[in-house]
């Protein structure tokens, strides 16, 4: 099974789907029949998301490892360090190697709700460098290791010029390229890559989209998050008539654009956050498709 960065030397531009691991058989079913679907538009890698805290490690790896069997495609395993000592992350790793999984992103993760984290824990790995170094030092090169991007800055930096630096740290632990976080504006990416390499990180950064669905839980998300919502966007939802169909080609017209657009800056390659839902993503890719028919 290929890793990322080996795909990274065949092509300029990538196409990938992101997945969360679903907590019961009839979401396993919905989650497979959605990449089976998925799957025509040839994307290049998929990851899998490991919930808060670790709260679904097993589960991401019986699902990352099934994604690879019975689809054929590499796939990268989400790892979030936060809560875990330093031997349960050495277990993890080797769990993952054994499942000839060759992909990682290597998180923080964030501190699960209602947790009180024991002093000894923080001493272990907590921080995404950490864990690009504890990946590198056990198994060299195995795996290809991405770490996640932040163009607004991540909410717990003091300042962006801060936030560059904590990517560069992990970038020289062992990252090996970015996926961004959810973002609304191209502008914004332009003026993120500039950032970072500045400060000397010079690995692909892949934009991370989310498709626009409900407008509540966008809103409550980017909150969490620190990502910004443009008036454009909100507009989108706040004007919206009672034509369902309408309306949803509106965001979908929306998020095609600025999926073209970043292309046009540069991007190499987009990311989707799929919620593990065959559309709007596929609509979108069929947009996309009209005007860069070699792209995925």
Same mark, same amino acid.
Request: hydrophobic share 35%; net charge neutral; aromatic share 10%.
């Given at each position: 099974?290929?890793?990322?960065?080996?795909?990274?030397?065949?092509?300029?531009?990538?196409?990938?789907?992101?997945?969360?691991?679903?907590?019961?058989?009839?979401?396993?079913?919905?989650?497979?029949?959605?990449?089976?679907?998925?799957?025509?538009?040839?994307?290049?890698?998929?990851?899998?998301?490991?919930?808060?805290?670790?709260?679904?490690? +097993?589960? %991401?790896?019986? /699902?990352?490892?099934?994604?690879?069997?019975?689809?054929? &495609? !590499?796939?990268?395993?989400? *790892? =979030?360090?936060?809560?875990?000592?330093?031997?349960?992350?050495?277990?993890?790793?080797?769990?993952?190697?054994?499942?000839?999984?060759?992909?990682?992103?290597?998180?923080?993760?964030?501190?699960?709700?209602?947790?009180?984290?024991?002093?000894?824990?923080?001493?272990?790995?907590?921080?995404?460098?950490?864990?690009?170094?504890?990946?590198?030092?056990?198994?060299?090169?195995?795996?290809?290791?991405?770490?996640?991007?932040?163009?607004?800055?991540?909410?717990?930096?003091?300042?962006?010029?801060?936030?560059?630096?904590?990517?560069?740290?992990?970038?020289?632990?062992?990252?090996?390229?970015?996926?961004?976080?959810?973002?609304?504006?191209?502008?914004?990416?332009? +003026?993120? %890559?500039?950032? /970072?390499?500045?400060?000397?990180?010079?690995?692909?950064? &892949? !934009?991370?989209?989310?498709? *626009? =669905?409900?407008?509540?839980?966008?809103?409550?998300?980017?909150?969490?998050?620190?990502?910004?919502?443009?008036?454009?966007?909100?507009?989108?939802?706040?004007?919206?008539?009672?034509?369902?169909?309408?309306?949803?080609?509106?965001?979908?017209?929306?998020?095609?654009?600025?999926?073209?657009?970043?292309?046009?800056?540069?991007?190499?390659?987009?990311?989707?956050?799929?919620?593990?839902?065959?559309?709007?993503?596929?609509?979108?890719?069929?947009?996309?498709?009209?005007?860069?028919?070699?792209?995925?």
């Amino acid at each position: 099974m290929k890793k990322i960065t080996d795909i990274f030397k065949e092509k300029k531009q990538t196409l990938s789907f992101e997945f969360y691991s679903p907590k019961d058989e009839d979401k396993t079913r919905e989650l497979f029949n959605t990449i089976d679907v998925l799957k025509k538009y040839n994307p290049d890698f998929v990851s899998i998301t490991y919930g808060a805290g670790g709260s679904t490690r +097993e589960l %991401t790896l019986e /699902i990352a490892e099934k994604i690879q069997k019975n689809f054929n &495609i !590499p796939v990268m395993h989400h *790892l =979030t360090c936060i809560t875990h000592t330093t031997e349960q992350l050495k277990s993890a790793i080797n769990k993952i190697k054994e499942k000839n999984i060759r992909n990682i992103l290597a998180l923080r993760g964030d501190v699960p709700a209602n947790t009180n984290l024991d002093k000894d824990i923080l001493k272990n790995t907590c921080y995404a460098y950490q864990l690009c170094s504890l990946i590198r030092e056990m198994h060299g090169d195995f795996f290809s290791i991405g770490v996640a991007g932040f163009p607004e800055g991540h909410i717990d930096a003091p300042d962006k010029e801060s936030d560059s630096r904590y990517l560069k740290m992990k970038i020289d632990s062992g990252g090996q390229f970015v996926i961004t976080q959810l973002f609304f504006e191209s502008e914004l990416y332009v +003026e993120y %890559t500039e950032r /970072i390499r500045k400060e000397g990180v010079d690995v692909r950064i &892949i !934009p991370g989209i989310l498709p *626009l =669905t409900r407008h509540e839980p966008l809103v409550r998300f980017c909150g969490k998050c620190g990502a910004s919502i443009p008036q454009c966007v909100h507009n989108l939802f706040l004007t919206a008539t009672d034509d369902e169909e309408i309306e949803n080609k509106r965001k979908i017209d929306y998020v095609t654009g600025f999926c073209i657009d970043l292309l046009k800056k540069g991007a190499p390659g987009l990311h989707f956050y799929t919620l593990n839902k065959v559309n709007p993503v596929a609509s979108i890719l069929d947009n996309i498709k009209k005007e860069y028919k070699n792209f995925g």
